[in-house]
């Protein structure tokens, strides 16, 4: 591959034939030349007019015009320290170097020569991003034949996606500067900002910063609790309160205990502010068991925040307030909530736009990783030979692809959510298999067979299952091989223990429904938490995470159902049962926790056991967060997984009305058209 510089007299006239590098200042922009040939232009804002020779070599044009860097090219600037031959940026590995475009580097070193005479360049960074942009524009225009072809130009996606990373690397550093900036004016500056950090999804980015200010606010309130509460406002104190909790750090609900007061002095105190009332209905939603008062708050705060609402339905923050009561923080996954609502407090400050810029790099970034990793598991379904069967043939991946990315919400677990997709994917096979294809002869030898974990005694069973029973234990032995080879432990016992109980739960389920057999409800949900699947999927993205692999986790993971795991599978499993009941379509039973409940209740209205199921669900949050308070020998990255997971459960299940489903449905809509 050869890039042409057409000017280079005037390259020459700039640097003699000595290649010195003067200031390479154009914004976020790389070409790659020969593969071996690296040219940077680097995303400083401005150059001071240093320069420094590289490695002490001569560095020639050649007759072709080309920039001939044999070793590598260092350049003086904050942010970027090398470009070699091994492929590492700043210190961290970008994805497919040799696709780096080298038509955008070649078009802009020539307008730089051309227009400016001269490498150097300094300008503010709105003013080098628009010329960038007017450089691609003019380039994009181009006709030519040599420049449309392969050979000398190659625009991909992954050249593009190297130049937002280091778009992202640039604004995180403002980022950063402007967060230590505005927590050295105010320290609770820090709080707000952390807040903000959270809702736009970029909180994996600030995990020291975050941690160190949480830490050091829960040593405040645990030495001065009545001196905090009664030096700040609602807003304030509520906000710390949510942040601590969902951070895992207790806090006393006690410190509301201020706001017993009377409904109508409640009323007169908080009935306007809006903030203070929001802050605190968001607080409550991390209650645990026997915490009323804040429960009541909650609801005195929400039954307050409606109100306004009727009165104010041509203010700015009405979308705002509204979205708020219908969608709180606690029970939503931050990548797909509408992040154009934020209170105007937030837009008004300018200096805070570089997070949400931040926030846009971040989710091209991970919506681009996504699609290779969709492409990557889609590989994988093909070659697992499923698809060849008739009655798998129209299974698609990227119904099982869901779960793990957005339950994975670091872009760093590219390689988990790819993994953690292979068993998800199965389930949703063996699950139509006990519902659709198998008779209950077929299930109960199929059963068998999961138990002995083996095929012999399977010749009975038709083509599909026994293919279905080799993918089971191929991707189950591979898992347990990729975990021993990393982490020096073999989880196959307990992967396929799992798949066991999976199995022999869904068997008891077609038992019921086949003999007309109706058990007790609580008997039903007890085998209900277990068919969900929802154990088997956390166990594996358990022994995925790079840390917490202790012998004493993984004794409790072997003994029975954690109650992280069982409150979270208990929460699928009555939100499913729960949306098959307001199913339109629904007509008789269909095996449900309210079908075998208003049996028990003879009497009880759809209504009032949906009511019912509703409290269920709520209780079991409760417990929930309760387990983010406790101590445990899991991983926070677990316990994030587990409560993603059930983030998971309102955009897949019962929340028809839920805008955050249909941002999720335009981002999975972008995977599935990916390359088109």
Not at 15 to 28: D, H, K, M, N, Y
Not at 245 to 260: C, I, K, T
Not at 481 to 493: A, M, Q, S, T, W
Not at 637 to 656: D, E, I, K, Q
Request: aromatic residues 10%; negative net charge; glycine residues 6%.
């Amino acid at each position: 591959m050869h890039a042409v510089l057409p000017s280079s007299s005037s390259f020459l006239a700039a640097t003699g034939t000595r290649a010195i590098v003067a200031g390479l200042c154009l914004q976020s922009c790389l070409a790659a030349i020969n593969h071996q040939t690296v040219v940077v232009f680097s995303c400083c804002r401005e150059f001071s007019g240093r320069a420094k020779e590289i490695e002490g070599e001569e560095r020639i044009v050649n007759e072709r015009h080309t920039l001939c860097l044999q070793s590598r090219l260092e350049v003086i600037d904050h942010e970027i320290v090398c470009f070699s031959r091994c492929r590492e940026f700043s210190g961290r590995r970008l994805p497919s170097l040799s696709h780096i475009c080298v038509g955008e580097g070649i078009a802009l070193a020539e307008y730089f020569i051309n227009e400016h005479n001269t490498w150097g360049f300094a300008g503010s960074y709105f003013e080098i991003n628009m010329l960038v942009k007017g450089v691609r524009n003019q380039y994009a225009c181009r006709s030519t034949a040599k420049a449309r072809s392969e050979s000398h130009v190659l625009l991909s996606k992954n050249s593009s996606m190297d130049v937002i990373y280091v778009k992202q690397a640039l604004m995180l550093k403002e980022a950063k500067q402007v967060y230590k900036k505005l927590v050295a004016e105010d320290p609770m500056e820090s709080l707000y900002m952390i807040d903000i950090i959270q809702r736009l999804g970029i909180e994996h980015h600030f995990e020291k910063e975050i941690e160190g200010v949480l830490q050091n606010q829960h040593l405040i309130l645990s030495s001065h609790l009545s001196d905090f509460v009664n030096s700040h406002k609602l807003f304030e104190v509520a906000l710390t309160f949510r942040l601590l909790r969902q951070r895992g750090h207790y806090v006393s609900a006690d410190l509301f205990d201020s706001l017993n007061l009377n409904r109508r002095k409640f009323k007169e105190k908080y009935g306007d502010d809006v903030k203070g009332l929001i802050a605190l209905y968001e607080a409550s939603q991390l209650s645990i068991e026997g915490e009323d008062n804040l429960n009541d708050s909650g609801c005195l705060s929400c039954e307050l925040l409606h109100a306004w609402l009727s009165r104010h339905e041509d203010h700015d923050e009405f979308e705002y307030v509204s979205n708020a009561l219908q969608h709180p923080l606690h029970y939503g996954l931050s990548r797909f909530m509408d992040k154009r609502i934020f209170l105007s407090d937030f837009k008004a400050k300018n200096e805070w736009t570089c997070f949400q810029e931040l926030a846009k790099l971040n989710s091209c970034i991970f919506r681009f990783m996504n699609q290779n990793e969709i492409i990557q598991v889609s590989k994988w379904w093909q070659n697992l030979g499923l698809v060849k069967e008739v009655k798998f043939a129209r299974y698609q991946p990227l119904k099982g692809y869901m779960w793990p990315m957005a339950c994975y919400t670091d872009p760093s677990y590219s390689d988990q959510r790819i993994e953690l997709t292979k068993p998800i994917s199965l389930i949703y096979v063996i699950d139509d298999i006990f519902d659709v294809h198998g008779t209950l002869d077929q299930l109960t030898l199929f059963t068998d067979a999961v138990n002995r974990w083996e095929l012999a005694g399977t010749e009975q069973l038709p083509d599909f299952m026994k293919i279905c029973l080799s993918a089971l234990y191929d991707i189950t032995n591979g898992f347990a091989e990729r975990v021993y080879k990393k982490h020096g432990l073999n989880p196959i016992d307990t992967l396929k223990e799992s798949w066991v109980r999976l199995l022999n739960a869904l068997l008891k389920e077609a038992h019921w429904l086949n003999s007309g057999h109706l058990p007790k409800a609580e008997e039903y949900l007890d085998n209900g938490i277990v068919s969900t699947g929802v154990h088997m999927v956390v166990i594996h993205a358990f022994f995925l995470l790079d840390q917490g692999l202790t012998k004493e986790a993984i004794a409790i993971m072997d003994d029975d159902f954690p109650n992280i795991i069982y409150s979270l599978a208990k929460i699928v499993r009555l939100s499913d049962d729960l949306e098959g009941a307001k199913s339109e379509d629904k007509n008789g039973l269909d095996g449900s926790y309210l079908d075998f409940y208003m049996s028990e209740h003879q009497g009880i209205s759809a209504e009032d056991a949906q009511r019912h199921v509703v409290e269920l669900i709520s209780n079991e949050w409760k417990r929930l967060n309760r387990e983010i308070l406790t101590p445990n020998p899991f991983p926070s990255s677990f316990t994030n997984f587990c409560l993603n997971a059930a983030r998971m459960v309102p955009l897949m299940y019962h929340y028809r009305s839920n805008p955050n489903l249909s941002n999720l449905q335009e981002h999975v809509k972008s995977l599935v058209n990916f390359g088109g």
